[in-house]
C-alpha cells in the first residue's frame, strides 16, 4: 500500500505562485512514476505532469509547460509541483498520484493506482 498526502493548496491571485507538496509514505519503492492532476468542478480529472521517482526525468502536459515545474530531491523526499503565473482557469482539486512504470508517456488515470485526497487551489481574478 501506498499513502499519498497532499498539501499546500490555497487562495492565490491571478498572476501569483503557488507550491504543492506530496508526501508518499508506505511501499513507495515499487511505484516509480508520480505525476500531478487537477480537477475543475464539471470537468474531468487533466493530467498536468510526472516525475520519475529519482527525481530524474520529468515531462509536462503542454496546457501547463513552462508554467509548473515538478521536482524532487530524492526518492525519500516529497514531490513538489511549483505553479506560476497562475489564472483564474487553474482553480481546481489537485491531486498527485503513484504509479508503477514511469515510460514519458503516464497521461492516463489508469496509470496511478494510488491517489492522494487532493488540496484545493483556487485563483482569483
Known amino acids: 500500500q501506498v499513502q499519498l498526502e497532499e498539501s499546500g493548496g490555497g487562495l492565490v491571485q491571478a498572476g501569483g505562485s503557488l507550491r504543492l507538496s506530496c508526501t508518499a509514505s508506505?511501499?513507495?519503492?515499487?511505484?516509480?512514476?508520480l505525476g500531478w492532476f487537477r480537477q475543475a468542478p464539471g470537468k474531468e480529472r487533466e493530467f498536468l505532469g510526472a516525475?520519475?521517482?529519482?527525481?530524474?526525468?520529468?515531462y509536462y502536459a503542454e496546457s501547463v509547460k513552462g508554467r509548473f515545474t515538478i521536482s524532487r530531491d530524492n526518492a525519500q523526499n516529497p514531490v513538489y509541483l511549483q505553479m506560476n503565473s497562475l489564472k483564474p482557469e487553474d482553480t481546481a482539486v489537485y491531486y498527485c498520484?503513484?504509479?508503477?512504470?514511469?515510460?514519458?508517456?503516464?497521461?492516463?488515470?489508469?496509470?496511478?493506482?494510488?491517489w492522494g485526497q487532493g488540496t484545493q487551489v483556487t485563483v482569483s481574478s
Open positions: 508506505g511501499r513507495t519503492s515499487r511505484r516509480n512514476a
Open positions: 498520484a503513484a504509479g508503477k512504470f514511469f515510460s514519458g508517456h503516464n497521461y492516463y488515470l489508469d496509470d496511478y493506482d494510488y
Open positions: 516525475i520519475e521517482s529519482s527525481g530524474s526525468r520529468t
